[in-house]
């Protein structure tokens, strides 16, 4: 009995000799938007830090594909928000004895807008505490 297990396990680490070892890269691409809004401030989303991703705004999701609204807080404390499409790339490659799989995430930022900041606590106190803590502080319990 021992013996069929061991020739089983022996079995299981042995790689096919035209079998090459997988190796993994992973790479990220940004297409960051500028633009100047309602109050004639400049608003980027590469200055910006990006704080949330609102799930609910989830417009469709495909094959590699997303599209969904970030909430970004510029440097001097404005928020607004951005449409956020996410594709990713993936593939596999023969490189000598190895094969790589490279995958490619590639964010693009579109259609910035404005955002009030009761709009953003509502959002943030609905979905994350923790995260609302940190921007807004600790909130009396009901």
Known sequence: MLEKFFKKQKRSSECH???????H??????????A???????????SAKKVFTDEASLEY??????????YFLTPNGNW?????KIETESGITDVGDYRIQATKTIY?????????????KDLI??????????YFG????A
């Open 17 to 23: 000799p035209l079998e090459k070892p997988l190796a």
């Open 25 to 34: 890269d992973r790479s990220y691409e940004y297409h960051h938007k500028k």
């Open 36 to 46: 100047v809004l309602e109050d004639g401030m400049l608003y980027d989303t590469e």
């Open 61 to 70: 999701i495909a094959l590699g594909r997303a599209v969904q609204r970030a």
């Open 80 to 84: 607004f928000s951005a449409k956020e």
């Open 108 to 120: 693009t930022y579109s259609n910035l807008q404005m955002e009030q900041k009761y709009k953003v």
């Open 125 to 134: 106190g609905r979905n994350d505490y923790e995260l609302y803590k940190e």
């Open 138 to 141: 600790e909130v009396e319990e």
